[in-house]
């Protein structure tokens, strides 16, 4: 009887082993660190039509009463307890601008915030406390790290080694849906203020121009004598430009640019030249034809 139990649990976990084993396919992995973006991104940025956060002047013009440095072993910025420090922004009368970013490496003497204002400094715990920190990046509030673990996908399949151009689109895939998701969300969300309206907290966020470069740049470089890979970023852009509102348009025509010029310095050949230019969502599926053209 033991022996048989021993023979059943043996089974049960190698089955659970194959399951884990078959979670460690590239795509699967793609679509969980996506999935990780898409969340972070739902969470942390408000629908376009809400009003960017006012921030006031008067942190500008506020003396620095303090400078928070980093002490310790290197870590990694993953977290920052926003309402904390607006709390203790607001109980001093000050204003605090956190000078590192989600995600920054904090080492010695590294400065993470600075307190603006009249008076006596905050106790340090009191703001150490409200910056987490571990040993590395995590999405917890750092909404570029998905499209970088994306991009590194990307980037790593492209290289002589391994010359995998199919797992680059299907990087560019997921890549794709949250740009259109942060496209379709108000970026500008790092001012805080307490209940009264005064600027308590500065945060800095990505920008639109930073998603697009961290999506873009390094794929576009790596990939550009790829046919395929061309061709799939051809069609992200124009379909970007397509759903997307107008104040997200100037900076995707500026990529399409780039991508045309790209094609045009790597592919000497004309028919190649026009070959990499043909917008295709699958890289090399079907070339599409929008109505009336023939």
């Not at 600027?199 to 920008?207: A, D, E």
């Not at 961290?214 to 395929?228: C, H, V």
């Amino acid at each position: 009887m033991f022996v048989i139990a021993l023979l059943i649990a043996s089974v049960i976990m190698f089955i659970f082993l194959i399951q884990r084993v078959g979670m460690l396919q590239v795509n699967c992995m793609l679509v969980f660190t996506a999935d990780q973006g898409r969340k972070i991104i739902e969470d942390l940025y408000p629908p376009l039509d809400t009003p960017p956060s006012q921030g006031s002047a008067e942190l500008a013009h506020s003396p620095c009463l303090q400078t928070l440095l980093h002490r310790g072993q290197p870590g990694i910025i993953q977290e920052v307890d926003i309402p904390a420090l607006v709390e203790i922004a607001s109980r001093n009368g000050y204003a605090i601008e956190l000078v590192a970013s989600v995600g920054d490496a904090a080492l010695e003497a590294t400065p993470i915030l600075r307190v603006f204002g009249l008076g006596s400094p905050v106790p340090e715990d009191s703001l150490r406390s409200a910056i987490g920190l571990g040993g590395e990046r995590t999405f917890t509030q750092d909404p570029k790290y998905a499209i970088r673990l994306l991009v590194d996908i990307a980037i790593k399949a492209l290289s002589p080694a391994i010359n995998d151009p199919t797992t680059a689109v299907q990087a560019l895939d997921q890549i794709e849906d949250l740009l259109i998701r942060l496209g379709r969300r108000r970026l500008e969300i790092g001012s805080f203020c307490d209940a009264a309206g005064s600027l308590r907290l500065l945060m800095s966020f990505p920008t639109w121009d930073d998603f697009l470069s961290l999506a873009f740049d390094e794929i576009r470089f790596y990939g550009a004598t790829s046919i395929q890979v061309m061709r799939r970023m051809k069609a992200l852009v124009n379909e970007l430009i397509s759903i997307l509102p107008d104040e997200r348009q100037p900076a995707l025509r500026h990529w399409r640019e780039r991508l045309e010029f790209a094609v045009e310095r790597s592919f000497p050949d004309p028919l190649d030249r026009l070959e990499a230019s043909a917008e295709d969502r699958q890289g090399l599926g079907a070339t599409r034809r929008k109505m009336g053209i023939s």
